[in-house]
Every structure is written in structure tokens, then in C-alpha cells.
T-cell receptor, first 115, second 113 residues
């Protein structure tokens, strides 16, 4: 299993500003994932972050809005840029188990409120 | 694109009642199936998983799920719930070649003592 931490755990931000969320894993992993979890809705994958290459974004998410960094095999950041109230959500970092079973381990999440 | 449907969005039970949460998916090929649970104030964690073999899988805390291929279903069951089972439950599916699961929208379970 992997232990994942995220910072900050929650934040309240003003419209038009940006927030960078950090994700730290206690072991080296190839792939890291960023999800958004809106109230009463499913987890939606934002992007897959691979070390040494550009992140792969899912439909409806763009790099200008959600830039991602992956400087090494244990760390990634997600920035939510030019925020609006619609960005209020929980943002989750996860990693694949790496055992060929494709189960995922999740971080505790970052609860973002945009005013 | 595959999709996952969880039919029960909110379930309220009394302790000792039996539980069954429905999950159906749309993908027709080989799938990996998961149930994740999120207890209040905690992060998402794996409850149980199915990859192959016995379609009845057992997970932690007395939960089990049955894969019925003909019905594209992977329902979660527990014969007798406890107050501590109060949580959000998510079904997830990925096809055999993908790292990325598709999640259902979740079921909120409240168990009254």
C-alpha cells in the first residue's frame, strides 16, 4: 500500500486567485492521478501525471486551468487557476497500486471553497 | 465510454439490518471491479475488489460483493450493518487494460444505532 498526504487539507479562496495543491507519496510511483469530487457527484478524473512527461488531461480539463507538475516519483502538484465558485470541490490525489491490479490509493483530499 | 451506475444515492438503515447496494456498469469486455468506502473525515479506501475467479468476493468488515457478468452488476452486500458502517460507498470499474477506473456517483449510507 501507499501512504499519501496532501496539502492544504482545506482552503477558502477568493475568485480569480490560484491555489496549488501538493501531493506526497511515501514510495516511488510511476503514475499519479488527480480527481475532483463535487458534492453528491462521482469522482471525476482531471489528469494523469507521469514523471518526466506532460500530464494527460481528460476531456473537459485543460492545462491552462489545471497545470500539473511532477518533478519526481513521489511528488506532484495541481494548481487550480483563476478560480471561480464552480471550482469549489474536493481535490484528490491518488496512485495506482502498481501490482497489476489497478486498485488505487487515495490521499485525504483538499477541500476548496471559492468565494 | 464505460459508465457506472449506482442506483441508491441515499440509504438509511437501522443496525442489524441487511444491506445491498447496487452497481451496474456498461463495459462489455474484461473488467476489474472495485468498491471503495469513505468514512466520515477519512480518505477513500478499498473495500474489496474483483479481477477473476470466484465471482463472490469478500472484503473487509464483513462486506462481500457478487460479480454477475450477465447482468453487468457488482452489488455490495452485508448481512448485518453496524453504526460504524456509516459512510459513502463508491463502485468503480476499469477495463482490463486501463489504469484508470470509472467511478459511480456514490451511495451515502447512514446506519442508526
Amino acid at each position: 500500500s501507499a501512504v499519501i498526504s496532501q496539502k492544504p487539507s482545506r482552503d477558502i479562496c477568493q475568485r480569480g486567485t490560484s491555489l496549488t495543491i501538493q501531493c506526497q507519496v511515501d514510495s516511488q510511483v510511476t503514475m499519479m492521478f488527480w480527481y475532483r469530487q463535487q458534492p453528491g457527484q462521482s469522482l471525476t478524473l482531471i489528469a494523469t501525471a507521469n514523471q518526466g512527461s506532460e500530464a494527460t488531461y481528460e476531456s473537459g480539463f485543460v492545462i491552462d486551468k489545471f497545470p500539473i507538475s511532477r518533478p519526481n516519483l513521489t511528488f506532484s502538484t495541481l494548481t487550480v487557476s483563476n478560480m471561480s465558485p464552480e471550482d469549489s470541490s474536493i481535490y484528490l490525489c491518488s496512485v495506482d497500486s502498481g501490482g497489476g491490479y489497478n486498485e488505487q490509493f487515495f490521499g485525504p483530499g483538499t477541500r476548496l471553497t471559492v468565494l | 465510454a464505460q459508465s457506472v451506475s449506482q442506483h441508491n444515492h441515499h440509504v438509511i438503515l437501522s443496525e442489524a439490518a441487511s444491506l445491498e447496494l447496487g452497481c451496474n456498469y456498461s463495459y462489455g469486455g474484461t473488467v476489474n471491479l472495485f468498491w471503495y468506502v469513505q468514512y466520515p473525515g477519512q480518505h477513500l479506501q478499498l473495500l474489496l475488489k474483483y479481477f477473476s475467479g470466484d465471482p463472490l468476493v469478500k472484503g473487509i468488515k464483513g462486506f462481500e460483493a457478487e460479480f454477475i457478468k450477465s447482468k453487468f452488476s457488482f452489488n455490495l452486500r452485508k448481512p448485518s450493518v453496524q453504526w460504524s458502517d456509516t459512510a459513502e460507498y463508491f463502485c468503480a470499474v476499469n477495463n482490463g487494460g486501463s489504469y484508470i477506473p470509472t467511478f459511480g456517483r456514490g451511495t451515502s449510507l447512514i446506519v442508526h444505532p
